[in-house]
């Protein structure tokens, strides 16, 4: 179990990221949109368990690296702090495309569209997410503390612990976006204002992730 102190840091800098519409928050919002709350829903836990193969992966072999090579430890901390800056800036630059990006979806009524086709592609979109595979491995391990146990069971915890804000936040969005499909579409500028302003919180994460002095 990671340090109370690095549990509270990893869950507040997730919690940003999360909230910041990405790949799954768009596909989620986008399908609630158009098919009703049901498919959003059964897209947000398909996009979980997509998530959970990745976290398992990153937890029997980055921790394993970790725990034996600082220099490992340097470059993947190096790594995560310019790709959440790079993702801050790409969320501002593109912030117009946000609104475009989640209604292009599938118009099929709720009825139409099997259980088995939202969990299926919202697996799809998880497991193939860029940001949530290169949080996991770079920017997750930042918040181990291997001098109080083991980093790969640390990295469990921390990417189970991702994964429940995921679930919840994403929620939220499928709720939301089922119940007032037009207000989110009706003015343009609410999606690409709410993205210029996560660009900027993860350029804010990034620089907190490259000035930590956190060592082995």
């Known amino acids: ?12 800098a997730a919690a940003v990221l999360i909230a910041v ?15 009703g709350r049901r498919v959003g829903l059964l897209t947000v836990l398909g996009n979980a368990m997509g998530m959970l193969p990745q976290v398992l992966a990153v937890a029997a072999g980055v921790g394993a690296l970790l725990a034996q090579s600082v220099v490992a430890f340097t470059v993947l901390k190096t790594v995560g702090a310019l790709y959440l800056v790079y993702l801050g800036v790409q969320a501002i630059r593109h912030r117009h495309q946000t609104t ?26 998880g497991i193939t997410n ?8 770079a920017v997750l391990p930042q918040f181990t503390a291997p001098a109080t146990g083991s980093v790969w069971s640390q990295i469990l915890v921390l ?18 976006a089922g119940a007032a499909r037009g207000w989110l579409t009706r003015d ?25 002095d956190r060592q082995l």
């Open 1 to 12: 179990m990671p340090p109370g102190a690095n549990l509270a840091a990893f869950a507040l």
């Open 21 to 35: 519409p990405g790949p799954s928050v768009l596909f989620v919002i986008g399908r609630s949109l158009s098919s």
């Open 100 to 125: 475009a990006a989640a209604t292009t979806t599938d118009t099929r009524p709720a009825a139409e569209v099997p259980a088995s086709r939202s969990l299926r592609e919202g697996f799809l979109v």
């Open 130 to 137: 860029p940001k949530s595979a290169i949080f996991f491995v």
């Open 159 to 176: 990417g189970t612990v991702h994964l429940l804000i995921g679930l919840a936040f994403d929620t939220v969005w499928a709720l939301t």
């Open 188 to 212: 343009p500028r609410r999606l690409p204002r709410l993205g210029a302003t996560g660009g900027v919180m993860m350029i804010g994460v990034g620089a907190t992730v490259a000035l930590s």
